[in-house]
């Protein structure tokens, strides 16, 4: 339960007796008394305090039925304390939800939680061409924008339905310690997006869906236990780390998937030169290029980029036979080098609430 201040009964502190006579000392008491008395009978508030309804609970359910106490998201977000002392809860019924979400700045500790992963849709069909807003349409086009800390997001899809058109993102976010739990995160080019050097992020058990660099940013990002579904033959993963940034987008213990016809798919390209994409313990299908990586047309990104693996396989088959064939400017990591991909190096000691 949230609990707000509660307004306190400000009166005078009566001054102290000092000197004079007995009469008088009996006279001031008796109106001291009186007063008080008065007091009792008709409390007075001072005006410079303020009478607010307080929200009785720190959970909001959200029904398209009318059944919760919002009917809409973005309508429970908005009527959520700033800067709350505890987590605030979004309980999400099932049902289609036709809106684009925005979780502001002042607006941290929210968690959205669904009531099914499959049945509970966030879903919008914003895309760059319709914006229309220059070269960098394409940030304005989320179905769900994250731009608060420690925003954590539950059994959702999230979905962006305008379809093959060009950059159309699904899930942005903008804040560090983002946790991402059991959800479906649809789209085509452009899906996810993760910004800022001090953005943490954390996808688990996730399907993510896409065509074109359908996971991009420069903030440090980890996919785990996580599908990966290649909707075209393109590039899954396009980062922009910025130097001396120690992780970029980290894939650990994931599948990657592809939709019938597809053939040739990239593990990556650098959408700016110090981009780094690991991945982990992975399985991928012969869908994926031998070569793996491209340098996205300059060789002088060869040498900038980090482009790694670790225990890539087809269905248990030898990392080896997969990786053979790389491009000789990615790597391979041997043990040793695994073993500092932990959840808590790469994302920072908040996952161990989580863990």
């Not at 303020?50 to 039925?65: G, N, P, R, S, Y």
Request: glycine content about 8%; some cysteine; overall charge positive.
């Amino acid at each position: 339960m949230t609990k707000g201040n509660k307004n306190s009964f400000i009166g005078s502190r009566p001054r102290r007796l000092i000197g004079g006579s007995y009469k008088w000392s009996l006279l001031l008491a008796g109106l001291l008394i009186s007063g008080i008395g008065s007091l009792l009978a008709r409390p007075v508030i001072p005006k410079m305090v303020k009478i607010q309804k307080v929200q009785d609970a720190d959970t909001l359910t959200v029904a398209k039925d009318g059944t919760g106490d919002y009917t809409s998201i973005q309508k429970a977000i908005e009527n959520t304390k700033a800067y709350p002392a505890d987590r605030i809860v979004i309980f999400i019924k099932k049902g289609i939800y036709n809106e684009q979400v925005r979780i502001p700045a002042w607006n941290p500790d929210i968690s959205l939680i669904g009531e099914n992963r499959e049945q509970t849709v966030i879903a919008y069909g914003s895309y760059f061409g319709q914006v229309n807003k220059g070269r960098n349409s394409t940030f304005y086009t989320a179905t769900l924008s994250v731009e608060a800390t420690g925003v954590v997001l539950k059994h959702l899809t999230i979905e962006n339905t305008a379809g093959a058109v060009g950059q159309a993102i699904a899930l942005s976010v903008s804040q560090d310690q983002c946790l991402v739990e059991d959800c479906n995160i649809q789209g085509n080019q452009d899906t996810f997006f993760a910004t800022g050097p001090n953005t943490h992020v954390w996808l688990k058990n996730c399907l993510i869906s896409g065509t074109t660099d359908f996971l991009f940013g420069d903030a440090t990002v980890l996919v785990s236990h996580s599908s990966i579904l290649c909707k075209a033959d393109s590039y899954i993963v396009a980062a922009s780390t910025i130097k001396d940034q120690p992780f970029g987008f980290v894939l650990d213990h994931c599948t990657l998937l592809a939709a019938t016809g597809v053939k040739q798919v990239f593990l990556g390209r650098p959408w700016r030169a110090f981009a780094r994409t690991v991945y982990l313990n992975t399985t991928m299908g012969d869908f994926i290029r031998p070569v793996g990586w491209d340098n996205w047309r300059s060789k002088a990104n060869e040498a900038t980029a980090y482009y790694a693996e670790y225990n890539s396989h087809i269905n248990g088959g030898s990392s080896k036979a997969v990786t053979g064939q790389r491009a000789s400017w990615s790597h391979q990591l041997s043990d040793q080098e695994a073993q500092k991909y932990t959840p808590e190096n790469i994302l920072g000691p908040w996952i161990n609430r989580f863990l």
